[in-house]
Each structure stands twice: as C-alpha cells, then as structure tokens.
C-alpha cells in the first residue's frame, strides 16, 4: 500500500503539553504534507515539506522528514484546546500531478 | 484568498436516486481538482482527478459509470453519484490545486465537504 500510516491513532494530551504524530510511508515522495481536519469539516492545509528537506517550521508546527527512515513527524509545541483535531499526513509521488495519498491520521485531543 | 466551497454541504435523498454535488473556487482558476470519499473516522481516499476540458481520471475500484464527474470551467467541477445506494453514503469532499507557477504549487485548498445520506 502507498498510503502513509500514522501512529498513534489517538493522542490525548493537557494544554501547554506538546503532541508528536508520526507518519511512515513506502515510497519515494516528491513532497509530504500535514493537513487538520476538525470534526465532520474539510482540511486545512498546515506545512509542505519536499522531499529535499529535513526540516519546516510554521509557528508552534515543526515537521521533520527522513527519507532515509520514509517517516515524517509532526510536532505542536505548547498544545492549546483548540488544537483539537484530527491530523493526516498526505503522500505525493505523483511526479508533479499533485496527487495526495492520505494517511490513516491521529485524532488528537488537548484538555484544559 | 484560495477558497473552495461547496455545494450542497448536506443531502439526503432516496435509494435510486441520483445527486449532483458542485465544487468551485471562488478566487482562483483551478486547472485540476480532486474528489475525495471519507467514512467515518477513516482517512479520505482519492476517487478521481478532474482536470478542466477532459474527462476524469478515476482511482482503481471506483466506478466511473457510478460517479460521474465534469470540470466544465476552470471554476467548477461536479460529482454526481448516480443511483445511489445507501453504501454510497459518505463525506465527499473537493480540493482544487490553482496556478502551478506559484509557490504554492503543491497545496492542495479543500471544499468544506459535502454529507451524502442515502436512505
């Protein structure tokens, strides 16, 4: 399967802590892609990263990238409840036709 | 800017008939849209590539004669599920990719997902 598979599945946190979600994959990418879905909505767009770089950050968004490993993670420093989402890594490999594979996601829960 | 919206966000209709679900960007011309299928808490698999002025190019498994699908402009692009069944029941949801020259090539803007009940 192409699909990129994240663990864990769910993550339950207290605000202030910080969520990893990590997502391994089985094929060579041209980029990958974190999105955020909130419940029952479309997704939200949160960091490209290609497959030349090791490292993004966007705001209190770190995601990382080992093809070597074909894993990602993404990192939300300082959680707040509003971070409460689901998260999906998405897999391009397309070669330019911007064809996404979506992972299973992690659901993620933030408590005040 | 890069808005996707869709149309209707809910519907239910009857078994054996058929529904059209729109998906447009409202602020950018996009040469190619995707549509997704999404169960419940399960992640979006990719039905069909749209791109403007040709026909759909479906993912293995999904029935083209099923869901018929047409990008008449650099704006639109509709699914319909024909027939439905209550197993076609799902969360369908459109994302648009704009101008390949831009930056922001690769991002992908979703549609706010369209609740298909077939009853």
């Known amino acids: 399967s192409q699909q990129g598979e994240e663990d864990p599945q769910a993550l339950s946190i207290q605000e202030g802590e910080n969520a990893t979600m990590n997502c391994s994959y089985k094929t060579s990418i041209n980029n990958l892609q974190w999105y955020r879905q909130n419940s029952g909505r479309g997704l939200v767009h949160l960091i490209l990263i290609r497959s030349n770089e090791r490292e993004k950050h966007s705001g209190r968004l770190r995601v990382t990238l080992d093809t070597s490993k074909k894993s990602s993670s993404l990192l939300i420093t300082a959680s707040r409840a509003a971070d409460t989402a689901s998260y999906f890594c998405?897999?391009?490999?397309?070669?330019?036709?911007?064809?996404?594979?979506f992972g299973a996601g992690t659901r993620l829960a933030v408590h005040p | 800017g890069a808005v996707v919206s869709q149309h209707p966000s809910w519907v239910i209709c009857k078994s054996g008939t058929s529904v059209k679900i729109e998906c447009r960007s409202l602020d950018f011309q996009a040469t190619t849209m995707f549509w997704y299928r999404q169960f419940p808490k399960q992640s979006l698999m990719l039905m069909a590539t749209?791109?403007?002025?040709?026909?759909?190019?479906?993912e293995q498994g999904v029935e083209k004669d099923k869901f018929l699908i047409n990008h008449a402009s650099l704006t639109l692009s509709t699914l319909t599920v024909t027939s439905a069944h209550p197993e076609d029941s799902s969360f369908y949801i459109c994302?648009?990719?704009?101008?390949?020259?831009?930056?922001?090539?690769?991002?992908?803007?979703f549609g706010p997902g369209t609740r298909l009940t077939v009853t």
């Open positions: 998405a897999l391009d490999n397309s070669g330019g036709y911007n064809k996404l594979i």
């Open positions: 994302s648009a990719v704009g101008d390949l020259k831009r930056e922001s090539a690769y991002e992908q803007y």
């Open positions: 749209s791109n403007e002025g040709s026909k759909a190019t479906y």
